[in-house]
């Protein structure tokens, strides 16, 4: 790659612009024919998923269909004229309860105009069908199974027109008391269209791309997207995909066979479509190549003698011009090389005071960095200030005020020395001295509780973070409040990261309140003069370690705040 880079930067323009048109072009041709095939790819899987959904779809309607006609068969099964004609002994009552039963088979058979007959044999044998002119054959099925049975299908010749049916067929057995309760008396059985299973909205349009077939339970054809029926499932070969499903509850099947040779005449369209796309990009690409070369390559090849020209004329090429005629950008780029020339001795006065501008600009800075290093004096001569007053206060016999001003020397010593990392048993050891200042302030208005893990002792912490906190729950909680206040500082280890908590139950903050402390926290350019402390603490930590860890505000009005700092725990 790097040879190649080297070896077009060294050719003209031209050439270069030749080499990167042959290879968009090549670059193009792959890129349609890997998008073609995609596309051949996602129209095969398609039209697999869409006929899927057909099979699906003729497989839940004959599922369907099928409850249905059970239903039926089922009802007429113990129908109370079936029920009493088979169970009729007496010849004088014959007649009646047969004309009762044909009454109520009939209504049955005129529920669905699919079924063509509704035929019942009783113990004995003797058939009683609705059909007087044709003649159905019916299955014989087991006296102990209770199930419905759907027949293979049958042929029957009807003045030498070959016909096919199928026979729903199920057991009757006896419900009336005064009877042996289940006895076999007879049998029912429905004729069926070999449409019957099938709804009149199905109607498939596969095509020559495939084949769709519902089966009896010898594989012969019932219905299909062919006009084949009561043939065997002829054997299918080379199909991309196939599947042939058992319906349930039934002894039905539904096949499906789909090639992928067919399927790509239906990708023909698309096809031509990528052709056509890319000879009218390839006619393109020569165009802008030629319009590249006249409004492109031939001013920057003038443009290049005029710098070259230009270059041995030292001070002479101010007074020199370029004219380029082209594109916009050439004609600009022109304009510019001008102005540049003309601008050359004003530029060069801009340099001198910019560097000019640099120097004062360094200058600055130094004097900054020494207000800063002055600025650290000031700690450094408190701390010994209040040394000297501990001395004093010690000599003059005042221990309480040795004690204060030895509290607030350890904090001024603690924040201007050391590390910024610092074990948690030493900040903690500040924020006391802080307290116990501001316990000798407000004498008798809070008291300070400690609930800390031993474990948490020896973490390492960043420096300064419980104090800010401290000083807020004092100002903004305790001191506001008119009743005796508790201060709690807990520590423990959870999740495996270091929980600080600073808890009081002075007069809380008010949700408004919160809610902007809560927006300050997430946002850290807000300005603020209430609560910084907590915002400073917050985002230093969140600045060292991420969005996972900070604090956290949580307060009801009137009872109090809890502020709670997550770290992780460092290793020692």
């Keep these: 790659m790097k040879k190649l880079r080297a070896w077009l930067s060294g050719q003209r323009i031209s050439k270069q612009l030749s080499v990167l048109v042959i290879a968009t072009v090549v670059s193009l041709c792959l890129f349609l024919l890997l998008a073609f095939y995609k596309t051949f790819s996602l129209l095969n899987q398609q039209w697999v998923d869409h006929a899927c959904e057909i099979s699906a779809q003729l497989e839940s309607t004959v599922q369907t269909r099928f409850h249905s006609y059970s239903k039926i068969i089922h009802i007429i099964s113990y129908n109370s004229a079936v029920q009493d004609f088979l169970l009729s002994e007496n010849d004088s009552d014959q007649f009646g309860l047969y004309s ?51 027949s293979p299908l049958r042929s029957l010749k009807v003045l030498g027109t070959e016909s096919y049916y199928q026979v729903l067929s199920q057991n009757i057995y006896s419900i009336d008391s005064y009877v042996q309760t289940n006895k076999l008396i007879g049998t029912a059985h429905l004729v069926l269209s070999p449409s019957a299973f099938i709804a009149d909205q199905i109607s498939p349009n596969l095509g020559d791309a495939g084949r769709l077939y519902l089966t009896d339970c010898r594989q012969n054809i019932i219905w299909g997207t062919t006009p084949e029926r009561a043939t065997p499932l002829p054997a299918m070969h080379s199909t991309i995909y196939s599947h042939i499903r058992l319906i349930d509850s039934t002894n039905l099947s539904v096949a499906l066979f789909l090639w992928p040779q067919n399927l790509s005449f239906a990708s023909l369209d698309a096809k031509d479509l990528f052709i056509a796309a890319a000879m009218l990009i390839l006619i393109l690409l020569l165009i802008l190549w030629l319009v590249w070369v006249r409004h492109l390559v031939t001013p920057l090849y003038r443009l290049s003698a005029f710098l070259e020209n230009t270059s041995t004329k030292k001070l002479g090429m101010l007074s020199s011009r370029v004219e380029l005629n082209g594109y916009y950008e050439i004609h600009s780029i022109g304009n510019e090389i001008n102005a540049m020339l003309a601008k050359l001795d004003t530029l060069t006065q801009e340099l001198v005071q910019q560097k000019s501008d640099l120097y004062e600009s360094r200058l600055l800075a130094k004097q900054a960095e020494l207000s800063h290093l002055r600025s650290q004096i000031n700690p450094h001569f408190l701390y010994n200030t209040l040394e000297t007053m501990v001395g004093i206060a010690y000599t003059e016999s005042q221990p309480k005020i040795a004690e204060l001003a030895r509290a607030l020397s350890l904090i001024f010593k603690y924040s201007i020395k050391g590390t910024d990392i610092v074990p948690f048993k030493d900040e903690l050891k500040i924020a006391k001295n802080y307290i116990l200042i501001q316990k000798t302030r407000f004498e008798g208005r809070f008291s300070d509780n400690y609930e800390l893990d031993p474990c948490c002792l020896e973490d390492r912490v960043p420096k300064m973070i419980l104090q800010p906190l401290i000083e807020n729950a004092i100002v903004h909680g305790i001191e506001p409040a008119s009743e005796f206040c508790h201060l709690t500082i807990s520590a423990e280890h959870s999740d495996g990261d270091l929980v600080i908590c600073i808890q009081d139950d002075g007069v809380g903050i008010a949700p408004q309140q919160l809610l902007e402390l809560n927006e300050r926290l997430s946002h850290p350019s807000t300005e603020t003069s209430r609560h910084i402390g907590i915002a400073n603490v917050h985002h230093r930590i969140y600045l060292m370690y991420g969005a996972l860890y900070g604090v956290q505000v949580e307060s009801v009005f009137g009872q109090g705040t809890r502020m709670t700092i997550r770290l992780p725990i460092l290793p020692v």
């Design 100 to 150: 009762a039963m044909l009454r109520n088979l009939s209504d049955f058979s005129n529920l669905d105009p699919e079924i063509l007959d509704v035929i019942i044999v009783d113990s004995h044998g003797q058939t009683y069908r609705l059909s007087e002119d044709i003649v159905y054959s019916v299955p014989a099925i087991p006296e102990d199974d209770v199930s419905v049975h759907i």
